[in-house]
């Protein structure tokens, strides 16, 4: 048994168990598994709701909901739950389930556009046009990283059957813009600062996967990028107010006692869901208190190793993988469709892996982040076993431990000088 072990561990060490046979089976099983479904859903639906009731594209419904009460002109509508919920069954059926609106003000503008759209045509559109966004980002981040991964075939199978891409067209989510914009900024960061730092700003539509933007611009120096990317917040900040009023500052503060309570604390979502270090103390039983203890350990020892690793001599791969996969841990809000943050990750480690050999477990552990995706939210609501947690830990834990490798000794650990601004 021992030896059948240490084999099992050997072989997940080398990779060698990661053949393209297997790689292929999978690719083409989900992208088929998938398609099929996509395919009936559409088909079977009346244009705005699909056979089970719900909406096309389900938490969509509640950005083309929220943009017809801007159009009403009552900006500050969808931040009662109530109200928001009315205008959602007005629109979809009494039936409809609720989906609550919990972006902040930033988000309303494009909420709007769509909802001067027929709703299947703003749902196609909406997933199309970020989903091509998505697409452009990662491939950019493949080129530029080793052209040798553009060169495999397997390339553009495995970015579209990517899982957390199926997860995300399902609930006609935004993960592909917040994989573009992330993947973006971090790839133009050395070469255009100032568009980076406005790429990284622009995520002020999820700001809890902001966190830890502004502390690795500092620890790297990255002045002007960071400059940018607080100049585009106030600026995205103040075109809102002008546009909205002052007041709808004041809803969307109030809305997120309700956001914090019933949809995260209270676990309405679903723990199985929510795939962060938080929901899974509740979901093992875990008070309030304790859950957040948890994450705020874990979220502070994250932004720790971060500065370290951005102030090192550590190769810019890691460094982005790592901000990738600690941004998604650092927030106890984080969702199977927001996994799409893994999706840069991914594309610098493999590109970097391609150029100049993959680390032992690397392989393992990109496929790990790869697969996870399409598994954490059954497997936990079956067992209560999480799997994307404890693997995107292991992937960071590993970044850390190939960082200090590269950067030899502890001493090594000091700014770079060619990447100060």
């Not at 008070?287 to 690793?309: D, E, F, H, S």
């Not at 150029?355 to 790990?368: I, V, Y």
């Not at 995107?392 to 960082?403: D, E, G, K, S």
């Amino acid at each position: 048994m021992a030896q059948a072990l240490a084999q099992t561990l050997d072989t997940l060490r080398s990779g060698i168990w990661l053949t393209r046979e297997r790689t292929k089976l999978v690719v083409f099983g989900l992208l088929a598994a998938m398609l099929i479904a996509a395919v009936y859903l559409v088909a079977t639906s009346d244009g705005r709701n699909d056979s089970f009731g719900r909406p096309l594209g389900t938490d969509f419904s509640n950005v083309y909901a929220a943009g017809t009460y801007v159009l009403d002109g009552n900006a500050a509508a969808p931040f009662d739950p109530p109200r928001q919920y009315a205008r959602e069954q007005a629109i979809f059926g009494k039936d409809t389930p609720f989906y609550g609106w919990h972006y902040p003000p930033y988000f309303l503008a494009l909420a709007a556009l769509f909802a001067t759209m027929p709703y299947a045509f703003a749902l196609a559109l909406w997933q199309g046009v970020t989903f091509v966004l998505y697409l452009w980002a990662t491939r950019s981040i493949l080129r530029a990283e080793g052209a040798r991964a553009l060169a495999d075939p397997l390339c553009l199978p495995l970015v579209i059957g990517f899982p957390a891409v199926f997860i995300n067209l399902g609930h006609g989510h935004n993960g592909f813009l917040t994989a573009a914009l992330f993947g973006a900024a971090l790839l133009q960061l050395d070469r255009r600062p100032i568009l980076s730092g406005i790429l990284f700003g622009c995520l002020a539509y999820k700001p809890q996967f902001g966190l830890l933007i502004p502390v690795v611009l500092a620890a790297g120096g990255r002045w002007r990028a960071f400059a940018a990317a607080a100049t585009t917040v106030a600026a995205l900040t103040i075109a809102v107010t002008l546009a909205f009023g002052g007041g709808i500052w004041s809803a969307f503060l109030a809305s997120t006692t309700f956001t914090r309570t019933v949809v995260l604390e209270q676990g309405e979502t679903g723990w199985h869901k929510i795939q962060s270090v938080f929901s899974v103390v509740r979901m093992w039983g875990g008070n309030i208190p304790l859950a957040y203890a948890v994450q705020g350990v874990v979220t502070l020892a994250i932004a720790g190793a971060l500065a370290c690793l951005w102030r090192s001599r550590a190769s810019f791969p890691v460094k982005a993988a790592a901000l990738a996969i600690g941004t998604t841990l650092a927030t106890p809000y984080s969702l199977d469709y927001d996994l799409m943050l893994l999706a840069p990750a991914i594309a610098f480690l493999a590109a970097d892996g391609m150029q100049r050999g993959f680390d032992p477990w690397e392989k393992t552990l990109l496929a790990s982040l790869w697969l996870v995706p399409i598994l954490t939210r059954p497997v936990a609501e079956a067992t209560h076993i999480p799997l994307a947690v404890p693997a995107m830990i292991a992937a960071f834990a590993w970044l850390l431990q190939r960082a200090m490798a590269e950067t030899g000794t502890a001493t090594s650990w000091r700014p770079a000088a060619r990447h100060l601004d």
